[in-house]
């Protein structure tokens, strides 16, 4: 039962467009989504998260959208790089556990 | 700091035999989470350690288990391998075992089985 989904495996973009990277939960007990980036050979590392009392969160170049009524989030990065290009998994908790469902991640490769 | 260290970073096992892997976290945290990455599966979640007791468990069966030392350290076994087993194991590491913790990741620990 993947209650995490990822259901783009890649996505490819020009550097300097905007990279929409979406996720999907089904289990609504989640309540703290986090976006991890990986780079081949590496472990993931963090990017950037939002509480489900928010529905956006800024970092500079990335922004996390959370539609909790449609069970959706996603990751915008504005303007791609090159060195964005990674595998960027979604992941979610629950407020009375502390382990991370992770989605099966996507692919992104930004042309130059 | 020194990051989150996994060894060792490469193994080949033969179908049958059992593996023992390793994993240090960061110094001060005390939360110790194992993940399998397969192509197509993303990290599935194994378990959770904190100060010694396993606290979260994943759907993995018995011949998957671990531990944890009293300095932190945390190691995994897996026994009677079978060629699915074939995978990326990942331990991360946090410094509580609440949520909203940020999890630092080593960098895994690549596991073929033949």
């Known amino acids: 039962d993947q209650q995490v989904k990822q259901n783009s495996p890649s996505l490819s973009v020009q550097e300097g467009r905007i990279s929409i990277l979406n996720c999907d939960y089904t289990?609504?007990?989640?309540?703290?989504f986090l976006w991890y980036k990986k780079y081949p050979a590496e472990g993931p590392t963090f990017l950037i998260s939002?509480?489900?009392?928010?529905d956006k969160n800024e970092d500079g170049r990335f922004t996390v959208f959370l539609n909790k009524s449609a069970k959706h989030l996603s990751l915008h990065i504005v303007p791609s790089q090159p060195g964005d290009s990674a595998v960027y998994f979604c992941a979610a908790e629950k407020t009375s556990g502390s382990r991370l469902t992770f989605g099966e991640g996507t692919q992104l490769t930004v042309n130059p | 700091k020194a990051g989150v260290t996994q060894t060792p970073r490469y193994l080949i096992k033969t179908r049958g035999q059992q593996v023992t892997l390793s994993c240090s976290p960061i110094s001060g945290h005390r939360s110790v989470s194992w993940y399998q990455q397969t192509p197509g599966q993303g990290l599935q979640f194994l378990f959770e350690y904190f100060s010694e007791t396993q606290r979260n468990k994943g759907n993995f069966p018995g011949r998957f288990s671990g531990r944890q030392f009293s300095n932190s350290r945390s190691e995994m076994n897996v026994s009677t391998l079978e060629l699915g087993d074939s995978a990326l194991y990942l331990c991360a590491s946090s410094l509580t075992e609440g949520v909203n913790t940020e999890a630092f990741f080593g960098q895994g620990t690549r596991l073929t089985v033949v």
């Open positions: 939002i509480s489900s009392i928010k």
């Open positions: 289990n609504s007990m989640f309540d703290y």
